[in-house]
Every structure is written in C-alpha cells, then in structure tokens.
C-alpha cells in the first residue's frame, strides 16, 4: 500500500471530517489550533509516513473539527528542509491534507522584515516569493508535467488574499502585502544575503512555505500566505537574531492574529 494511503486509514480510525481549509501553523503561532471547536487530535508520530518536526514551538498534530460553519484542520508542527528532510517529505502533510478533503491552505509563517516599513508585529499577505534554495516539491514526483507549473507567476490566490485585508481592516487589523524570500537555513541569514535580497525585491525572508504553497497549488488547491514578521532581518536592526525573539512576537500578536483567522474562517 502507498504510504499516503497508510497515512489516509490512520487519519480514518480517528475522524471522518472531510476539512474544507488547511492551517499550518509557523513558528509561536500554535495555540491558533485552540479555536477550534468540537476538536479532535491527532498525534503526527502515530501517522504513518509523516515525518518528525524538531523544531521548538512545532509540536507535531493534526487538530480537527469547526470554526462556524466551516470544518478545518489546522497543522501544528510545520517541517522544515532544514531539519534534515528532503523537500518532498516536508511537503507530505498538504499531500496528506489533500486527500483528506481540503481545497483550501492557509499558510502562516514567522519571517524577518526586509522592507524598510516592516518593523515586529507587522502582518503581511504573501503576494508571491522567491525561491532562494532552488529546491522544488515537485521533482521526481508522478504529477504529469503540465500540473508542475500551472499556478504561473504566483502560487497565492489573488482573489482570496485581497478579500483577507479586507476582512482585516473591517476589524481594524493593519496589514500589508509583500514579497516572501525562502532561504534553507537554519542560520539566519547574513547581513550581505539580506542586502542581496532586497535588491531582488523581497519584502520578508523565512525558512519555510513556498515548498507548501508550490505542493498544494500543484494538487489544485487555493492558497492563503501570511507572514508575521517577528524581527528586522540582518542588518536593519539593532539587536542579535535569536529563535525566542521569534517566538515572543508571535505571542504578542496572536490576539489580532486569532480574531483575524476566525473572520476568515467563519466568512
């Protein structure tokens, strides 16, 4: 049987929810999956095939059940190419996602401002990014060629990522839209890289996503990106990098981030 089968059954013993929306969760953004009502969890380890995240504030689960009327699942414990996985493997729970039923992936993510206007606590849409690692999902897998590169210029949805900053502003949540940047990691970046990335036109830099968004766009699914910048990149701030600082900004915007998250799930 195909490991993605095996994966499927094991979801089965525990829920039959057909979820219409994904969540993956970045960095200090986990306690996202508490709104949800009715919840049922399930533990990452007991799926079969899913591989281990390492990273602190990624605890590995699936947790679903509903937000109004929509049913969701929200992915607590993002992979990164960075722990050691190959970059088809971080990418197994949207594969996962989407032969349970989602049509729609809302990404979310910790990332360094590189825009000038972006200081900590700024949420920015993901309008598209730049693949700085050059890695691909897609390689070698057995998606017939044409769905390889059918999402065009960009993977984010257009449509839904400006009815989002809508939905935020009815709320009075500021927000921005912007450029994101993959980088491998897991060093942050230098302070050179960062004036590179600039130059190339990227507004926010980070670790993860963009091998999620070319998955789930390859498999016909809408995607939604969101970044909430936690720190100035290399060089545009006054203090060291550190994980904490990640971690301790996303805690401080949670509250919009919740109340923002549930309007969009709800509408």
Known sequence: MHELDEAVLAV???TDARPEIGLILGSGLSALADLVKNPVTIETATIPGYP????EGHV???VFGTIGSTSVVFVQGR???YEGHEVQHSTFPVRLLSQLGVSKLILTNAAGGIHPEFSPGTLMWITDHI???HKNPLIGSEIVPKTRYEYGTSCYDEAWT?????????LGIATSKGTYLWTLGPSYETKAEIRAFKLLGADAVGMSTVPEAIQARSLGMRVLGLSTITNFAAGLGNAELNHQEVLDVGRGVQADLERL??????G
């Open 52 to 55: 281990t995240s390492t990273v």
């Open 79 to 81: 992979l990164h190419v």
């Open 131 to 133: 693949n700085w690692t």
């Open 12 to 14: 089965r013993q525990y």
């Open 60 to 62: 590995g689960r699936l």
């Open 261 to 266: 998250i549930l309007s969009l799930l709800k």
């Open 162 to 170: 400006n009815k989002a900053q809508q939905v935020a502003t009815s």
